[in-house]
């Protein structure tokens, strides 16, 4: 919970006339106003918090259990069956920080595979345990100690007394937030007895708030998540080729249900009655060869169909011609449609993010909060303090929610040369989108919607707006006279037309520049090989639902040597990524990752033992 000096400043100095009796307009309120204003710069003051790791336990942990079974029927024919544990403890972002606590996730498949098909059905299930939503936890547990409004008025009457009397601003910021906390934050000192204290983390205080918060449900007022859901898939695949011997023809079909389980903690559902997403696929792709296997053309075509959204065509057509005999060298190029319908959360999520409620897509999630009768406004941005809705043109209206298309054009090269030491291979893209799905940021102003505040959302939409992207990428492959490998690459990636709209964001999420360049060799002597790899990437805007930053520029340096010792036929092997141990991030909102070093020992015939 935030607070804008500015905007409370002047209502701040007339609470101070009035209780001096100084009438606005006087020259008394004039000089009282020109003193005190300079006290309320463009500057926030929030709420005193906690760090994370005194909310959640920060600590990874978490245990998995496979089995299979796996019977030939021939030779060609195999049937597996397969089961999947898995639970733990760990921390996660999406609309918010989450704790998933106790989380439990069991899967399974039963399949039978040959060369010419496979049919498969597999089903998923997960139960969120304990889990709780740690930043509404924060803001319930600051408002369950002391309401935010007795708080801002405790530190507001503070602060301006301090400012005026002794004009530091910094010292009167410091005071005030000792006057509201009512403890000192070094000793832990509570300074009036009679009157509610900030709770630190690990006392008796804290820990009942914590426990009362994170033990109710979201929609009791507390930070509890539920999540059972369930995903079902049957699928197959047919390889025709076998029979029909002038071209290569595969068929493919697939169902998948999903149920969404969140007893409308999460999702806009209600306990009882999750919702239910069905989804259809089916594609069939042909392959022929020309020219003595000179030249391969691939078209495919896939139908899909959600049962929220209309169905959909997608053609792809492919070629591959080789310019020499011995295949070489060889140009391709693609020509293809694809299509993305919006994922579960983005057409059903309903969360309070804090800040602002994150909602769906979906003309019920929206309608729920009247958004087709109370007006929207754009916001000019996401910090909800600094950033308004932009009223000057009106409000706007959201188009809906509908699958993403993209049309795709590609073109590549690939070739040998220095007698098969040098690889290269290089790519150039052009995608234009049509139906490109963003995300905006909505205020319902509080004369509108009969409130005491603006109700902030953002939401998820399909604009109409063209956006395009251009990429290329670059590899280059050597090998030494010597034996040792040198391996790099750099790829481009751009997002040429975006959305410009305020409150609009499109959430590309790509670094322009990424390049990785690698040294190694097997063997650089008997037995005893190494890898060198150094990867970069430049600095971008990261978007999402938790927030939107800059991601910095970062660069890695990642190491291992390797020693065989055949006698026992065995390899030891010591390594470590970002061996530097430079910290970097590359999510805004995700921890600061550093060096991780390893040591592995690999037995090369544990079947001989076993048999033995």
Request: aromatic share 14%.
């Amino acid at each position: 919970v935030s607070l804008y000096l500015k905007d409370v400043g002047p209502q701040v100095i007339d609470g101070i006339a009035e209780s001096q009796g100084i009438a606005p307009g006087s020259p008394e309120y004039e000089s009282l106003y020109n003193k005190a204003i300079v006290f309320f710069p463009d500057q926030i003051v929030t709420r005193t918090g906690w760090i994370e790791s005194d909310l959640a336990d920060d600590n990874t942990k978490n245990i998995r259990l496979t089995g299979s079974l796996h019977y030939f029927i021939n030779q060609r024919t195999e049937i597996v069956g397969q089961a999947n544990y898995a639970m733990g403890t760990s921390v996660y972002t999406a609309q918010n920080r989450f704790a998933a606590r106790e989380f439990r996730i069991l899967s399974g498949k039963a399949e039978i595979n040959n060369p010419d098909y496979y049919a498969r059905a597999w089903a998923v299930t997960e139960n969120s345990g304990s889990s709780y939503d740690i930043g509404g936890a924060a803001l319930r547990l600051n408002e369950a100690w002391k309401p935010s409004e007795t708080w801002f008025t405790d530190y507001l009457s503070a602060y301006t007394q301090t400012a005026l009397i002794s004009g530091d601003m910094n010292g009167a910021h410091q005071f005030a937030r000792l006057v509201s906390d009512n403890r000192d934050p070094g000793t832990g000192i509570i300074f009036d007895e009679s009157k509610p204290a900030f709770p630190l983390a690990g006392t008796s205080d804290f820990n009942r708030f914590m426990n009362e918060i994170t033990s109710r449900s979201i929609d009791d007022g507390g930070a509890r998540v539920y999540d059972n859901s369930k995903l079902y898939q049957v699928e197959g695949m047919y390889n025709f080729t076998h029979l029909i011997h002038f071209v290569e023809m595969q068929v493919g079909v697939s169902n998948r249900v999903t149920s969404v389980n969140s007893n409308g903690t999460v999702f806009f559902d209600s306990p009882g009655h999750p919702i239910n997403i069905n989804q259809f696929g089916t594609f069939v792709q042909i392959n022929k060869d020309f020219l003595n296997d000179r030249i391969r053309i691939t078209g495919a075509f896939r139908f899909d169909k959600n049962h929220f959204f209309e169905a959909q065509y997608t053609p792809r057509f492919s070629l591959i011609g080789f310019l020499d005999g011995k295949k070489e060298h060889s140009i391709r190029g693609t020509f293809q449609t694809a299509y993305r319908f919006p994922s579960t959360a983005d057409q059903w999520v309903d969360i309070n993010a804090g800040v602002f409620r994150t909602i769906g897509g979906m003309p019920e999630v929206q309608n729920s909060y009247n958004f087709d009768t109370i007006p929207l406004y754009p916001m000019s941005g996401r910090n909800p303090v600094k950033d308004k809705p932009v009223t000057e043109n009106g409000p706007i209206l959201l188009p809906g929610l509908s699958p993403e298309k993209v049309v795709s054009s590609e073109i590549g090269y690939k070739g040998l040369f220095l007698g098969k030491k040098l690889f290269l291979d290089s790519y150039v893209y052009y995608n234009i989108y049509k139906g490109f799905e963003a995300v905006q940021l909505v205020a319902q102003l509080a004369a509108d919607a009969g409130t005491e505040k603006d109700q902030l959302f953002q939401t998820y939409f399909t604009t109409d707006q063209p956006v395009s992207s251009f990429g290329w990428a670059l590899s280059l492959d050597y090998m030494t006279p010597v034996g040792i490998l040198i391996k790099s690459n750099v790829a481009f990636n751009r997002l040429l037309e975006g959305i410009d709209a305020p409150g609009v964001e499109a959430r590309f999420n790509s670094p322009e520049y990424r390049t990785n360049l690698s040294v190694g060799h097997h063997a650089i002597i008997p037995n005893l090989g190494f890898s060198l790899n150094f990867h970069w990437q430049n600095s971008f805007l990261w978007e999402s639902g938790f927030g939107a930053g800059q991601i910095p520029a970062y660069s890695t340096l990642d190491a291992h040597v390797s020693y065989n010792v055949p006698a026992i036929k065995t390899t030891f092997k010591l390594g470590g990524s970002n061996i530097l141990n430079k910290y970097y991030t590359t999510s805004f909102g995700s921890p600061q990752i550093g060096g991780l070093f390893y040591v592995s020992l690999v037995y090369e015939d544990i079947l001989d033992y076993v048999k033995k």
